[in-house]
């Protein structure tokens, strides 16, 4: 059988996918009012800490996922495979979560509030498509 699967290219699974429990689901919806609550307050700390927030919780459920993967990176590469046809959606994830580490990393980085406002809808649909929102 192995001698098959080698001929034609077929691949044993790189991950074991884990599972996310109604209670992590819970987490995620509590966490998610949370951001919103964040994002009526409408200053640009309170976007800023709304988007730090969001890419955590996404982080959060990928990592209930894939709980072998060490970093937020290669859980995101892992990932793909739950946006199939949504590939739009997975780059925006994706862009969101760099645009992420950029705020936080670099010094003096302004994220304008319509640009954080965009970056909250791409985590949100995010997590609606992973199913947990």
């Known amino acids: ?13 790189t991950h ?10 819970e987490q995620v919806e509590v966490g998610w009012r949370k951001i919103e ?26 990592d209930k996922l894939y709980p072998g993967k060490e970093s937020a990176g290669e859980r995101l590469k892992e990932a793909k495979e739950v946006f199939g046809y ?8 994706w862009y969101a979560h760099k645009l992420r580490n950029e705020m936080v990393h670099k010094v003096g980085f302004e994220l304008p509030s319509v640009e954080a406002k965009q970056l909250l809808d ?7 498509i992973i199913g947990v929102l």
Do not use: C, H, I
């Not at 791409?122 to 609606?128: I, M, Y």
């Open 86 to 93: 949504n590939r739009q959606d997975y780059e925006n994830l």
């Open 122 to 128: 791409f985590f949100k649909r995010a997590l609606e």
């Open 1 to 13: 059988m192995n001698f098959l699967k080698n001929l034609f290219g077929g691949k044993e699974p």
């Open 37 to 62: 609550e964040l994002k009526n307050v409408g200053k640009p700390s309170a976007f800023r800490e709304a988007v730090v927030e969001a890419d955590k919780l996404v982080n959060f459920v990928l």
């Open 16 to 25: 074991r996918r884990g599972l996310v429990t109604s209670a992590d689901k």
